[in-house]
């Protein structure tokens, strides 16, 4: 469970820093009158959907951390056969990585007001995940033909399990990329579309980000990078 | 007025029903005395607690309920008392840990001549098996199970052949001996639980669990499943007795071995006294 | 720390607070029925979650029915029984106490007591309750599918839940983890809204500290829940594939009724740390709403400040962090290794000392207060001792070694029903007593009030507190009949019989309770906008009940903390929180 327990931590200091922030050891009894009169707790600045999305965002992170820490344990019983990992999966992660990179390109382009970039990048950012999927698609069918089946090894249930949960996760952020890009489309005004351009951007680092996270764990690169962790602590 | 003496009743009565309660636990069988004398000290220190509590409440119902007139006193807060009581608390809630750590630390190290015991669980019913003359339990796996062999005992293994298998029967233990319980499940999670032994440990199958005990009184013990394992939970069940040695030897000698029960008894047999001497 | 003096407060313009988009209703189906007003999906949320758990209390006369007089009622056989132990304890658990208090008690309260028009997502907040309602669905369904519910039950452990040995093994069980992962979807979507609601639709004026303890507690207890929840999404899904697929994440090589089976080396441990991972966060899910809300009861009806308002505070958060490293606390006999033992025993023991604080507090603010006995005071009341109650047997099974002997007897049981059973459910009832006014402008009928909580109260206690000692004496739960042992005398049998007789006297008062919400909605006593001259702002609402968009055309703006009651000087025991200066007078209050 030490995945698990150190997302959490993460995110207790991430609360912990924001409560510090809030004036908690004020006596509020003693503070009455208009919000201006006495040093001010920090607004939320932030939009609620940005906020939103931080808190899913979380969320989405406390999910696949414990897959990460069921892995880990499940990893250490005698029966595992670790899962050679197709090459087709350097592939699709270059196509994801070309997929962030393409929304983080339409958000530049949102705020300078590009709105012909915006909808290219979203466009190519659509597409490069949407082949990623069916990378993915195929990367099983090869494992399949090669005879790993899912129930035949627990590394394999996790590997089908764990890249189905990912995978799934992208298709709901093609829901909302679709709406995103429909609404560029249809020429709404940019800053209306500006803050939908920027949270598409960030869910795909996001996913990126834990993409990358599990393909460690799958080559089991994590493994020996904790060993090696170990080994320099000890 | 009724409101505070009902309160007040409620804590009374309670205190008053843990004093005169004819339910209490049962009388020990085993060197786990210790863990009643923790539960003892935690009735004492949560038990005055819960008094307090209460009472406190009940005379603030009875001094403070609302009359005509009457204006609550303005106090958002009082440091200083809310450090004793956190103070309070912590150290009565150290008195509860510091035993119950200890003990635990007795609990979890086994003593060094401990006799080594199996009991598994199935569905549901209960098997044991003890180490033969050469005082050495046989591997076991799950893939070994046969209608012959209902245990699981590798027959390769030369250490197996003497154990003493007793498939759904009682088990016999000689007082004033330590052991230590292995315990092991085939199909779900069980839970070898004997109430005067205080001690136990679920059985989890594809892991071998124990925790380890003295009997020090003889006398005959229900065992029963506590963990639910299915429909017929509630019916699993077998007895412990607790003998003399001399009987328990006695019993002891009556009972077949694994290689006498999986009717490949002369080979065996054979083998052992070759291999053995 | 500023002390301003009443004359220097100069009123401030109406919040320019960032206004909702509200969606306005064009249609009865759009306004009671799809309807986006967090308060419709509040009381949608609360009657479900009722209904369900009324099958629940059924199931438990039914277990207690069995337990009472064994083998007189001979339709309810072992699998019923456990089939019966199972749905009570998910439905309660989950589908009643955390949707209720969160659902209802979050979507009703949050937007109200922040100054909020609604929640921040309104339509993903629909979408929350219909996918719960779709939860509920499924799993009533079960109870009509071949096999029936599972038997396995509310822990879900493995290798016992998937196998035939367990009734509902071939729907049951599929049903029942398919309905909690869309439990968990649809409060993902719920607990989204609240926290963000929270976080940033507060209205002016509303810093955290001057929050009401009420939504501090549904805050962080919905933030444990979004985190906490994805470990049973997790541990549901694993186990669809062992029983699906045929996977082997928990189930280890084992032989079924003599029969090898296909799967191996999985581990039945791995599903216990994940499902305890939610599973304890869980019990303070429930808990912490029910701190604040009782804070709130307790402040408002002995007309006192609640004391230690900033310790109240950072014992929430205190909690709400610990509880994420206690979870091997439902481990300790496992099998797990023993070394954990010392930690979570030791963790487990230190969440006691913030929970003693805030217990401290309640009964604090009720010293030198202004006691009034109403319904809601009474709840809170009782709360105080059964949560004391099951507060202090955690003790006993939080330290490792005393949990030995105690665990899967009845005295867990007895434990747990006392501290997240009868506790959560006094302050659900003193809530409603207490919101009732506010949801629909009449008070619910005091006398039947009363007739209630002390049915309720004293029956609940004598059903939970004796069964404590059955437990001590040795008597294993999830048994349908304990049958003949030789350390069970025959006045067991007698206590056990008087349990399920005072059972089914509390389940009929909730009957009556249910009569009083139903007959007060036409005929009870007019309330007013603030029959309890509380002091938040969900009382300062133009209307009553309140009307789409909650505060006509300007958000009210805070100038004060939740709890200025018989402050001195002021010309009334209250002063509203949207009120700048304690001396005009007040609008909103009852006559």
Known sequence: MSAIVLFMAVIAVIAGWWLSQQRLMSKPWLEEGALGDFPAAHEMTWPAAKIGLGVFLAVVGSLFALFISAYSMRMNMTDWRTLPVPGLLWFNTAVLVLSSVALQWAYVAARRDDMEDVVIGLCAGGVAAVTFLVGQLLAWQQLRAAGYFVASNPSNSFFYMITAAHGLHLIGGLVALGRTTAKAWRGVEMPQLRLSVELCAIYWHFLLLIWLALLGLLTGWTDEFVDICRRLLT | ?277 | MVDVPYDAVTEVPPAEVAEVDLYHPRSWWTRYVFSQDAKVIAIQYSLTATAIGLVALVLSWLMRLQLGFPGTFSFIDANQYLQFITMHGMIMVIYLLTALFLGGFGNYLIPLMVGARDMVFPYVNMLSYWIYLLAVLVLASTFFVPGGPTGAGWTLYPPQAILAGTPGQDWGIVLMLASLILFIIGFTMGGLNYVVTVLQARTRGMTLMRMPLTVWGIFTATIMALLAFPALFVASVMMLFDRLLGTSFFMPALVEMGQQMKYGGGSPILFQHLFWFFGHPEVYIVALPAFGIVSDLISVHARKNIFGYRMMVWAIVAIGALSFIVWAHHMYVSGMHPKFGFFFATTTLIIAVPTAIKVYNWVLTLWRGDIHLTVPMLFALGFIITFVNGGLTGLFLGNVVVDVPLSDTMFVVAHFHMVMGVAPIMVVLGAIYHWYPKMTGRMLNDALGKFHFWVTFLGAYLIFFPMHYIGLLGVPRRYHDIGEAAFIPSSTHTLNAFISIMALIVGFAQMVFLFNLAWSYFKGRPSGGNPWRATTLEWQTPETPPGHGNWGKELPVVYRWAYDYSVPGAPQDFIPQNQPRATPVLQGAAP
């Open chain 2, 1 to 277: 007025m009724a409101v505070a003496i009902i309160l007040l009743l409620v804590a009374v009565g309670s205190v008053l029903f843990h004093i005169y309660s004819p339910w209490w636990w049962t009388p020990i069988a085993t060197n786990w005395s210790y863990i009643d004398h923790t539960i003892s000290i935690t009735f004492w220190i949560t038990g005055v607690v819960f008094f307090a509590v209460i009472a406190f409440m009940a005379y603030c119902v009875f001094r403070f309920h609302h009359k005509e007139g009457r204006q609550a006193h303005y106090n958002p807060e009082n440091k200083k008392l809310e450090w004793w009581l956190s103070i309070g608390t912590a150290i009565g809630v150290a008195a509860m840990l510091a035993p119950g750590l200890f003990v635990w630390h007795q609990f979890v190290t086994v003593p060094a001549d401990a006799t080594e015991i199996e009991v598994m669980g199935q569905q549901w019913q209960w098997s044991f098996r003890l180490p033969g003359k050469d005082g050495r339990m046989g591997t076991t796996d799950v893939r070994y199970i046969s209608p012959e062999n209902p245990m699981g005992v590798n027959r390769d293994d030369k250490h197996g052949q003497d154990d003493v298998v007793i498939e759904s029967g009682e088990l016999h233990l000689p007082v004033g001996k330590p052991v230590k319980v292995l315990l092991r499940s085939v199909d779900v999670l069980h839970d070898f639980y004997v109430p005067e032994f205080r001690a136990k440990m679920d059985m989890v199958p594809g892991m071998v669990t124990y925790f380890w005990m003295t009997p020090i009184r003889t006398g005959t013990f229900d065992v029963l499943c506590a963990e639910l394992c299915g429909s017929a939970h509630a019916q699993m069940r077998t007895k412990v007795i607790v003998d003399e040695q001399s009987e328990y030897d006695a019993w002891l000698a009556q009972q077949k071995t694994f290689a006498e029960l999986s009717g490949r008894n002369a080979v065996t047999k054979a083998t052992y006294r070759s291999g053995g001497k």
